[in-house]
């Protein structure tokens, strides 16, 4: 990953690869240009298998598997400790944010910085600035509409939590991305630092006549969209619709489980209460309502795991598809630009020398948006598989979980009221 | 269902509707009786139900469900050689009400077992609660089966001979029936209730039972309003998860090398989603075992009923005869010891003659002695009753015990077997999840 390639090229191609494109392969001089550290130019700097991360901080948290490539991460980000300020204008809430890294560009090798969502969504702003065509692991909402969740409920705190650490460790995995001065900056500053870091950049008027030209350009469209692009489009419309449903249904799922735990809970009081009019079967009545507590308390776990893991990745990825059409509006706008450049030369009399010059840089630019898109979009599918694959085997693996427990419950009920028998005088009793 | 057998012989129950695990049930689900029941002689099956149209009392067209009951006798010299063809008859839900009100008023000592609910009670929104559901019909079918193993099993009940001709006399039945008159002599509610406030001491341990009744009633009935609210509950969460099914599956369309694995998980969805309709089917089993006893604490409460107006009567009738006593004592010696009308209208029209009081003495003499017969009579029917109650309470019971620890084992099995099924479902998903 140091080489700076998007792509894996150890990456075995069984199946024709995600990225449409054969030619990525050879664009590794290009991504080192555009790194803005210099000193990745030369992959050599840094040795790609060096493991030197604090072993600790690789158990602290799960990593996104990614099988083909080696583990040669060496900048560890952790995102924990939400902590609510007050002030007399608004409370609001910061995370830590605990950096460990050997990269060379960093002064130190630990960082320790508090940071609230404002600071998190002007780094993905600014990362989008500088890279419009790569794709930035989306932000966790910044409200959240569903009405019912206050902004500091504990259970809101950590899904956002999670999704902020989720955030910054797909952007420190990400071979320019991480490279980023902003993201370094970010994770490295203190408060009044990065207040003044902010400040910098374009002016006003400078990110204004961007905005001017991107609605320009997406008015007057684009002519000839290369194929794959439209596939990709394509792929993305109906992906978001599938993301959208998956979400639905599994917040449906939960919903539905909880009522059904609401009733469940019932029964085993009623047993209890049953059992107090009995002599013969005090016992297995009082056992019946000792297991439907315990099947109670495993349909609560099973409840809210589904809640801590599948739900949030899936509406990640519903995120995912926004950041994605926006991905593709703007390498679409630059396409635009080009293509309108391109026409008023054909109209121009004079001045066409500074003109072409102009188109040539836009080309160049358009081509390189293009290329970092393919790379990226490669890149994303993969990150997207093991994403959603994880999260499908960890439902499953979950919910076998929740019912070998409640197996184990009941038979061990079967177990007892057997051996009661056992000491009666009833001959075998089969288990069906 | 039940089959009470003796020994050795195991009664053939003829349903082969019946589930291995039912069938297990009723063969361990044995009592040594005293004396032969009907059961040990015959097979009784209620094979088949049927609908019906007819003209009912008023000649209004009606649409009527009827079941076939079919009986043959147990021969065990020709076990192996192929059984006789069984002999049928069809009879309504109407005939065995009929049956069951005559044991009731005959038999007040015994705790009569319950027939199937009328109409769906406790049901979950799947379960229809029409009466012609098909779902509805066979489970009554099953209820209407158990009942007359239950009576056939009994071992007062099942010598009957009405009963033995509900099974075996389709034809004029019913004018049988009548002709005993029992029901002149069923107690009415209001005298029966009327006892129950007024008895003075009722035997302990029938007001025990009374109170035992009521407790399991409310407490049945409870269990069975929260198990239908949690099957409810239950079929959305497996249905919902069918969604995931057809997700997957169109998802699976769009991808590559992710399709898949997608597409066999979306398979194990819908597996799932499906899954819980047999669940479900199973557990209303469960439910239905509860329901009988919940109807069973009805007789319960009867026949502590009975005892209570017995016990009434043999109050009243020692009551009458003590003041009886005393009215002839009074006669005799002129005293008036307690105040009474007579007393009073005679201290102010004047006293009565000699021959008017010897008349009177006469009179009251006899009395008393009808009373003393009376009171003699009713004193050994309330014994008889208490203990020949007392017996059947006391079989009932352990009855009672056997059954819904069997019923607690089987809604356990049946949990397992509804975790197997999850595990399998999921695995198989993790499976082609993993090929993702």
């Known amino acids: ?432 | 269902m039940m089959a009470d057998t003796g020994s050795e012989e195991i009664a053939v129950i003829g349903n082969t509707d019946l589930t291995p695990s039912e069938l297990e049930n009723n063969i361990k689900n044995t009592m040594v009786e005293k004396g032969a029941t009907l059961l040990k002689r015959m097979e009784i099956n209620v094979a088949e139900a049927e609908k019906r149209t007819g003209k009912n009392a008023v000649s209004m067209q009606e649409t009527y469900t009827v079941y076939l009951i079919e009986t043959r006798a147990v021969d065990p010299s020709s076990e192996g050689a192929n059984p006789a063809p069984p002999d049928s008859l069809w009879r309504r839900y109407s005939e065995f009400e009929l049956l069951r009100n005559y044991l009731l008023v005959t038999y007040s000592f015994v705790v009569v077992p319950p027939l199937p609910e009328k109409r769906a009670e406790f049901v979950w929104h799947k379960l229809s609660a029409d009466n012609m559901d098909p779902d509805f019909v066979e489970r009554r079918r099953v209820g209407l089966e158990n009942f007359l193993l239950r009576v056939a099993s009994h071992p007062v009940l099942s010598n009957d001979k009405i009963f033995y001709s509900f099974l075996t006399q389709e034809q004029g039945w019913k004018e049988v029936v009548f002709e005993t008159g029992f029901q002149a002599k069923s107690d009415s509610r209001l005298k029966a209730l009327n006892a129950t406030f007024r008895v003075k001491n009722p035997d302990k341990r029938f007001a025990e039972m009374k109170h035992y009744g009521d407790e399991l009633q409310s407490v049945i009935s409870q269990l069975l309003r929260v198990r239908a609210r949690v099957a409810d509950r239950l079929y959305g969460v497996y249905k919902v998860h069918g969604n995931y099914g057809r997700v997957f599956s169109e998802w699976s369309a769009i991808e590559r090398e992710m399709g898949d694995g997608l597409q066999s998980a979306g398979h194990h969805m819908d597996a799932y989603a499906a899954s819980v309709d047999d669940i479900l089917e199973e557990e209303e089993h469960y439910a239905d075992q509860l329901k009988e006893y919940l109807f069973y604490t009805e007789a319960l409460r009867a026949v502590c009923r009975k005892h209570e107006l017995c016990q009434f009567e043999l109050e009243m009738a020692a009551q009458d005869l003590t003041s009886k006593k005393q009215q002839r004592e009074e006669l005799a010696t002129g005293t008036v010891r307690t105040f009474s009308l007579k007393g009073m209208t005679s201290k102010l029209f004047g006293q009565e003659t000699p021959e008017q009081r010897e008349a009177k003495i006469k009179t009251l003499e006899s009395q008393i002695e009808e009373g003393e017969e009376m009171v003699k009579d009713k004193n050994a029917e309330s014994e008889e009753f208490v203990k020949n109650a007392w017996v059947d309470i006391e079989r009932f019971r352990e009855q009672k015990d056997r059954d819904l620890k069997e019923a607690l084992i089987s809604y356990a099995i049946m949990q397992i077997s509804m975790c197997k099924k999850g595990i399998q479902v999921w695995s198989n998903a993790k499976e082609c999840f993993s090929k993702m």
């Open chain 1, 1 to 432: 990953m140091m080489s700076g390639t998007v792509v894996d090229s150890g990456s075995p191609t069984a199946a024709v690869p995600d990225e449409l494109s054969g030619q990525i392969l050879d664009e590794d001089e290009d991504f080192e240009v555009f790194c803005k550290d210099s000193t990745f130019t030369d992959g050599g700097s840094l040795n790609a298998s060096m493991q030197t991360s604090p072993g600790s901080m690789v158990n602290q948290y799960k990593f996104e598997e990614e099988e083909e490539q080696p583990d040669t991460k060496d900048i560890f980000v952790t995102v924990d400790n939400p902590e609510s300020h007050v002030t007399a204008i608004e409370t609001f809430i910061t995370y830590r944010v605990l950096t460990k890294t050997t990269r060379s560009e960093f002064d130190s090798s630990e960082y320790e910085v508090r940071r609230r969502y404002q600071d998190f969504f002007w780094l993905k702003s600014k990362l989008e600035e500088a890279h419009p065509t790569l794709i930035v692991h989306p932000l966790p909402e910044k409200f959240v509409m569903k009405g019912m969740v206050e902004r500091f409920n504990n259970d809101f705190i950590e899904t956002r939590k999670r999704a902020l650490h989720k955030f910054l460790n797909r952007i420190a995995e990400h071979p320019i991305l991480s490279c980023s001065e902003d993201f370094k900056i970010f994770l490295t500053a203190q408060a009044w630092e990065l207040a003044s870091h902010k400040k910098q950049g374009p002016g006003l008027l400078s990110r204004m006549g961007d905005t001017v030209r991107a609605v320009a350009a997406s008015v007057r469209g684009v002519r000839n969209r290369p194929e794959e692009f439209n596939d990709i489009q394509d792929y993305v419309e109906s992906f978001s619709q599938k993301m959208t449903s998956l979400d639905k249904i599994t917040q449906r799922i939960i919903r539905e489980k909880k009522e059904y735990l609401e009733e469940l809970r019932e029964c085993g009081p009623t047993y209890t209460l049953w059992s107090g009019s009995e002599e013969e079967l005090v016992e297995p009545l009082k056992q019946m309502a000792g297991c439907l507590d315990r099947c109670c308390r495993e349909t609560e776990e099973q409840v809210q795991q589904l809640g801590n893991n599948l739900l949030p990745i899936l509406h990640e990825y519903v995120l995912c598809t926004e950041t994605l059409k926006a991905v593709l509006r703007r390498r679409d706008n630059i396409q635009a630009e080009f293509e309108a450049k391109n026409e008023a030369l054909a109209t121009k009399r004079t001045d066409t020398e500074a003109m072409k010059e102009e188109i040539d840089k836009l080309e160049d630019k358009l081509e390189f948006a293009n290329n970092t898109l393919k790379g990226d979009w490669g890149r994303w599918k993969k990150s997207m598989r093991a994403d959603l694959r994880a999260a499908f085997i960890n439902t499953a693996e979950k919910n076998v979980e929740h019912y070998e427990k409640c197996l184990a419950v009941w038979e061990s009920f079967l177990l007892s009221q057997r051996t009661e028998a056992n000491e009666g005088d009833d001959g075998d009793r089969d288990d069906s």
